[in-house]
């Protein structure tokens, strides 16, 4: 029995039928010429397209989820290595608590052993918020002039100890002096950390040796922050996961005083040692240092030639027996062999046409912008800021006389100077009320550190009367 087979109509047929209202092959309908195929599938689409659309707004939504969730669970595990506010907010590095079974050369220097307090500063204990009943308290910002190990004494601690013999034994110097930073470092170290402190008035240092920017490096110059950042308020991640952002400026080195100094280990004693070699040894030695870790592809009588020029003159600094006597820092030899292998006209610099000609108003537009931003941001607060202008080692004639037989090195100095007196000029344009410390210090001996050009216990002195005398006309008004 064969199956029954239902013939198709022909179009003809459908058309015929005028009272239906579609045709059996859906072409047309029986009144007008509407096409019937997609009036069925619209809803079809729709629900596709509304289905489609839910599953890429949940997708969104769950990678939002899950992404807020790993940045946060990445800023939790941040925080057991990172340390806590206000420590991570102002030192991009963990303080070195220097250790004397590290340190031999240094057992001269028993101050260096003292540790930092537990905001990472060369300090005492300080509170955040400021005491009962205490006295003026000012915030000390800068960097390495304010903190250096080296020297016994420190500039606050000095100020604040001249507060105490005036009759104001509960005046506070809060040091917040930190390596190897500059003024953009500055501005957020005062903005995130110093303002919480509730200062009486803001002291800030600028070296004239190397705080310079460059153009286009001033403030709010750039189209955008950087993702990561030593200044964590500078930047992205430092504004929303401030431990991930410490964590990676570690890991990754981005700090300045990682960048700039070379991991030579246990350098200082080394270079403690070789200070300490009978004379016919000690250039020889320093030579075979600066070879290995430094300038391979020089040949060692070309490194000696650098520093064994003038006799003994470079060691003057550091092997005279006396207790004065300076360490022999890594990157101070890194430096000077630069200065006479590189060809730059940097180096080549003697006179101030020649600085001038390097020097461009963009460096110090650049440089006076981050410096007003800070006295703009204390005056938006009522807070007053004193900028003391730190002059380059030239105003010293024992370290002009020292550096005489390596030019090449000096001139920094030289540039130094010019972009100094160029900066004064710019800032007497200003509201910035500025102390230009060159006059305390122009022909005074044995004020700066023949070696690093940083002040001794004698040039923290002379600061620290000028700094005391300034902020005591504050506290007065």
Partial sequence: ????????????????????????????????????????????????????????????????????????????????????WPARALRSTLPVNVQSTDFTGLADKPWIFEPFNSWGMRDKERSVAKPAGSGFRTVFIGDSYLEFQLTRLTLPGEVERRFVEAGQPKAEMIN???????????????????????????????????????????????MLPSVVDEAPGGSILGNIMPNANWVLVNRLRLSEMLTTNKPVPQEFDTLAKIARLPPEERTPALARHVKRYYYPDLSEPQIVAIFDRDGDAFWQAYA????????????????????????????????????????????IQATLSWLTAMDRAARERGVPLVLFIV????????????????????????????????????????????????????????????????????GVEIAANRVFQELRRLERR
């Fill in 320 to 363: 005279s027996g006396k207790a004065d006597d300076e360490s022999l820092q890594g990157w101070l030899l890194d430096l000077m062999t630069k200065a006479e292998v590189e060809k730059s006209p940097y180096f080549e610099v003697t006179t101030r046409e020649q600085a001038a000609r390097l020097v461009r108003e963009g460096d």
């Fill in 391 to 458: 002059p380059p080692g030239s105003v010293d004639p024992d370290y002009v006389d020292y550096w005489k037989p390596w030019p090449r090195f000096y001139a920094f100095n030289v540039i130094a100077d010019y972009r100094q007196d160029r900066l004064l000029e710019a800032l007497s344009k200003t509201s910035v009320r500025y102390v230009d410390l060159r006059k305390d210090f122009a022909g005074v001996r044995g004020a700066y550190r023949r070696s690093d050009a940083h002040w001794t216990d004698k």
């Fill in 176 to 222: 917040l002096g930190i390596s190897a930073t500059g003024p953009r470092s500055y501005y957020y170290r005062m903005r995130d950390v110093a303002f919480a402190l509730s200062p009486d008035a803001l002291a800030v240092f600028f070296f004239s040796g190397n705080d310079f920017l460059f153009d286009g490096q001033g403030y709010r110059q750039g």
């Fill in 1 to 84: 029995m064969r199956p029954s087979i239902v013939p198709l109509r022909s179009h003809a047929c459908c058309a015929s039928q005028m009272g239906r209202t579609k045709s059996i092959c859906g072409r047309f309908s029986g009144r007008r010429g509407r096409p019937a195929g997609p009036s069925r599938t619209r809803p079809i689409l729709r629900r596709a397209m509304t289905e489609n659309g839910r599953k890429r707004i949940y997708a969104i939504v769950f990678g939002l989820i899950l992404t807020g969730i790993t940045l946060a669970g990445l800023e939790l595990l941040a925080s057991l290595e990172a340390p806590s």
